[in-house]
């Protein structure tokens, strides 16, 4: 497709289940980036991700979450043992260059997660 | 102190309205700043880049004061269609790319 595509786009969990939210970026996108983004607040970073090399994580809120991009394209985001707080919208992003903060990053419409 | 801070809103004016928000960062050495648009359960979409000597595109207006470490959005003529999430983006580089998001601050536009 054209634009960048997350799937699922709507999961519920039950507190405890893991769960694995996948990105497809742009072809070609060499940055990748995962956001989190709770009810009214804006997108908080989680991860990026240069071709198939993680080179930020600080932004991942413990050890439960856990990003891979093992062939430099589709990424997957895993949270293990849910829990409720974790209820949020996933959001993935690409960009065309290493630079990222000098293009524009687009957003795939987001995986939103409930766990109950 | 958070890295980039915006006035939430709501900001409530009516069409025609001429409206302005700004965002300030605490990054001294950030580069690249954006403005995003996001309407409500949508992904947040590009709305202009922010330049160092200011940039218009068509009824929007953003502004960047290094100075003073904040860049603004200005909204002429305001649209209905204009009623959205507006957030402010601060991108630097370094050995990694981090793009930083605020809050958003919340328009509306009534008729």
């Known amino acids: 497709g054209a634009g960048v595509s997350q799937s699922p786009r709507y999961k519920v969990a039950k507190r405890g289940q893991d769960v694995a939210l996948r990105c497809d970026p742009i072809s070609g996108h060499v940055s990748l980036f995962w956001y989190q983004q709770a009810l009214g607040q804006g997108p908080e970073f989680l991860t990026y991700f240069q071709n198939e090399a993680q080179l930020d994580k600080s932004g991942l809120p413990s050890d439960r979450f856990f990003a891979e991009r093992p062939e430099g394209s589709v990424s997957t985001l895993k949270i293990q043992r849910t829990q409720q707080e974790d209820s949020a919208v996933y959001l993935c992003?690409?960009?065309?260059?290493?630079?990222?903060?000098?293009?524009?990053?687009?957003f795939g419409e987001g995986s939103w997660l409930t766990v109950v | 102190r958070k890295e980039v801070e915006q006035d939430p809103g709501p900001f409530n004016v009516p069409e025609g309205a001429t409206v302005a928000f700004n965002c300030t960062y605490s990054?001294?050495?950030?580069?690249?700043f954006f403005w995003y648009r996001q309407d409500c359960r949508k992904e947040p979409k590009l709305l202009m880049s922010?330049?160092?000597s200011g940039n218009e595109d068509g009824r929007f207006t953003a502004q960047l004061n290094r100075a003073s470490q904040y860049i603004s959005l200005l909204i002429r003529d305001s649209k209905l269609s204009d009623s959205a999430t507006y957030l402010c983006v601060d991108a630097f580089y370094s050995s990694a790319s981090k793009i930083i998001f605020g809050s958003g601050t919340r328009l509306s536009i009534r008729p």
């Open positions: 990054n001294s050495a950030s580069q690249s």
């Open positions: 992003a690409s960009s065309s260059y290493g630079e990222a903060t000098r293009n524009t990053i687009y």
């Open positions: 922010v330049y160092s």
